[in-house]
């Protein structure tokens, strides 16, 4: 493994616990140094101050929500076991893990509505995570298992913002709506929607 590589991944997973806990705004390259154990001067060594930190946190959040969909994903034998374990995937982890990771997403996404910066990353993350999707109910399509009255690119939006509410809620909610039935009611509700009519 690249030393650098190795320290930009340190810094960044530094940097989702550090804006997790006090948002983009209050979060600083000090805060992130101390939670990595490094110097500032490392932190500005890797990144070009705190903008750069950011929208590289939010690349490395996608990619391990990347990796972790894949890995699910890896044994899957047809689309709908594909869309099943990608769905899974969502709801996998502690409590605490997935609190801590919405806390992220959530201060990202409000910088997102006022940076264009980081929003054109959030972009770029929505868009690949929606040509997987797109890739997965393409070959449903193909298989004639999966709905084709649709393109698979706009079938694979509509799932993907479905998705990311139905997550968000399954964190916050989760007291009145346990994981479990969330995720189970998320299957069931993207199966209906990507079933053939007729």
């Known amino acids: 493994i690249d030393v650098s590589d190795e320290r930009r991944r340190q810094l960044t997973s530094s940097a989702r616990r550090v804006i997790a806990a006090k948002g983009t705004v209050n979060a600083t390259l000090r805060d992130v140094a101390v939670d990595a154990g490094v110097s500032t001067g490392i ?20 990619d391990d929500f990347s990796r972790r969909v894949e890995k699910t994903e890896s044994a899957a034998m047809d689309p709908w076991e594909r869309l099943d ?11 605490k893990r997935r609190r801590q990771e919405l806390a992220f997403w959530a201060a990202c996404w409000s910088e997102a509505a006022r940076a264009d910066d980081v929003r054109l990353v959030h972009r770029d993350h929505f868009n690949d995570w929606c040509a997987h999707l797109a890739s997965i109910i393409s070959g449903g399509q193909a298989a004639h298992v999966m709905d084709a009255t649709r393109t698979a690119d706009d079938l694979a939006a509509f799932v993907a913002c479905a998705l990311d509410g139905l997550w968000l809620h399954s964190v916050i909610s989760h007291e009145a709506a346990p ?20």
């Open 85 to 95: 374990a990608h769905v899974a995937a969502l709801f996998e982890g502690s409590e």
């Open 43 to 62: 932190v500005s060594y890797y990144f070009d101050g705190k903008r750069d930190l950011l929208r590289a946190a939010v690349r490395a959040a996608a």
């Open 179 to 198: 994981r479990a039935r969330i995720r189970d009611i998320t299957l069931a509700l993207v199966r209906r929607m990507l079933t053939p009519v007729g």
